[in-house]
């Protein structure tokens, strides 16, 4: 039986877990109780958090004083955290380019700490174009993506000097031409290939097997014919091959076979038209841990063997080793964040379970009730002794669908105005976030060394109904 469904009735999965007598459905498999619920797993809070005097702290500022400061719910960002992790990049493919997903949070501090750590940027839309432009960030380190770039983000992109353009489709093919040479200028572009290669990851963020809508397959050609097609236009550049195979994937088999097969294409390249390119864009899609026993690959081994394919491969046939980019996003931003809540109302429901609602939910954080997520969440405000309470993390929009985490435990003292942080919140909750039922967006809060700075305000009612008339 499915883990996201259940046959309705009185009970409503009434024979899931009794919360502390040890009772389990098949259906229904809890997290093993934690040994201590007070713990913080290094593996998955961000680097710098502890606990000091019981709460929670990050970058050596306590969530306590956060709160009351800047409210809640709060996205709490770990600098340090996240400007070492763009360093572990930088070391790995010290031999290549790392252009970090704006897709996973970008904001305008956000830009600049990749631009003073030394990384390049993808950006997917002409608005995340304008939050890197409007603090400076030099648009030759950037790479515009999209499945349906508008003629208007095309040309926006050809008129900044955007590093490159990842071309989707032929479509695109021939706009860009077309507003190449109306500009005088020859842009740099890479092919997005879809390699065939089934990730394992959730179907939505699976992006590399054939039916579906972004990039130009390989196993019908499409792909060797958009090397054509842009060979044969002068006002183009054709400088490499780019692939992403999807996105949260810790079995590193994938990203291997993406390689080797976009390895081949370049020779295939070479042999049918005598041109060698350059460049490989291998992509991101680097998964972290959400919760304990997760794995995450090791991106030094990830590193070494993609270069150890790549080099392989090409040498093989006469060619040079083309320059390596990947795109890590959540694997830099991910583990940095957290977002603090205010616990509103404890409801056990007996023989079942005891809801913990807070004051955001999947306004905030939509990935639960969008992919099945998971995640790791403590009580925040202070530490505890008491009994482990099996519960669910719920929001308060009008949705039964509306859950921060679906099975956890927390201590069985736990009241309304506690404090809880939910770990690994740093990717796509912020991008993803929406104003379901007119809630406004939380806001973003960059701590580092004992101090803490607004990054992105906190939205208004205000600013929830301008536009309105």
């Known amino acids: 039986m499915s883990r996201f469904a259940h046959p309705a009735g009185d009970m409503h999965a009434a024979s899931a877990i009794v919360a502390v007598t040890g009772g389990a459905a098949p259906e229904e498999r809890p997290p093993h109780t934690p040994a201590d619920l007070n713990a913080l ?81 993808d950006v997917c839309s002409a608005g995340e174009l304008a939050v890197a432009l409007s603090v400076g960030f030099p648009p030759a380190r950037m790479t515009l993506h999209g499945n349906n770039k508008s003629l208007a983000e095309l040309e926006k992109a050809v008129e900044v000097g955007v590093g490159h353009i990842v071309v989707d489709s032929y479509e695109e093919i021939a706009r860009l031409g077309y507003l190449a040479e109306r500009h005088g200028v020859r842009p740099k572009v890479m092919i997005r290939v879809t390699v065939g290669v089934e990730a394992h990851t959730h179907e939505f963020i699976a992006t590399a097997h054939d039916d579906q809508k972004f990039g130009l397959s390989l196993s019908s050609g499409a792909a060797a014919e958009a090397v054509r097609r842009i060979l044969a236009l002068p006002q183009l550049e054709l400088v490499g091959l780019h692939s992403h195979i999807g996105s949260q ?43 304990a026993g997760d794995e995450a690959p090791d991106i030094k081994v990830i590193a070494d063997g993609l270069r150890e394919i790549v080099t392989k491969v090409c040498e093989s046939a006469g060619l040079p080793v ?49 992919y099945g997520a998971d995640y790791t969440a403590v009580l925040a405000s202070r530490d505890s002794d008491a009994r482990p309470m099996l519960s669910r993390l719920v929001g308060k929009h009008c949705e039964s669908g509306d859950m921060v985490v679906r099975d956890l435990w927390l201590p069985a003292d736990l009241v309304p ?53």
């Open 41 to 121: 797993e290094p593996a998955i809070w961000p680097r710098t958090s502890g606990r000091i005097e019981g709460a929670v702290t990050i970058g050596g500022v306590d969530v306590r004083d956060l709160a009351k400061e800047y409210g809640t719910p709060l996205y709490v960002v770990d600098e340090e955290d996240f400007r070492s992790r763009c360093r572990d990049y930088r070391t790995a493919f010290h031999d290549g380019e790392v252009h970090y997903a704006g897709k996973a949070f970008l904001c305008r501090e956000v830009a600049r700490w990749i631009d003073q750590e030394g990384l390049g940027l």
């Open 417 to 469: 105005g506690d404090l809880i942080a939910v770990a690994g919140t740093g990717a796509y909750c912020r991008s993803l976030a929406n104003n379901y039922n007119y809630l406004p967006k939380p806001a973003v809060v960059a701590v580092s060394k004992g101090r803490a700075r607004v990054i992105v305000r906190r939205e208004t009612e205000e600013d929830l109904l301008r536009g309105q008339l």
């Open 322 to 370: 083309p320059h390596l980019t990947v795109e890590p996003g959540r694997a830099i931003a991910g583990l940095a964040g957290i977002t603090v809540y205010e616990a509103g109302t404890v409801k056990d429901v007996e023989g079942l379970r005891t809801y913990v609602s807070v004051d955001g939910g999947m306004s905030d954080n939509i990935r639960t009730a969008l």
């Open 249 to 291: 994937i810790t079995d590193t088999a994938g990203f291997e076979v993406a390689a080797r097969r976009l390895a081949r294409l370049l020779v295939q390249i070479k042999e049918e038209h005598g041109v060698v390119l350059p460049e490989l864009d291998l992509g991101g899609g680097y998964g972290i841990p959400y919760v």
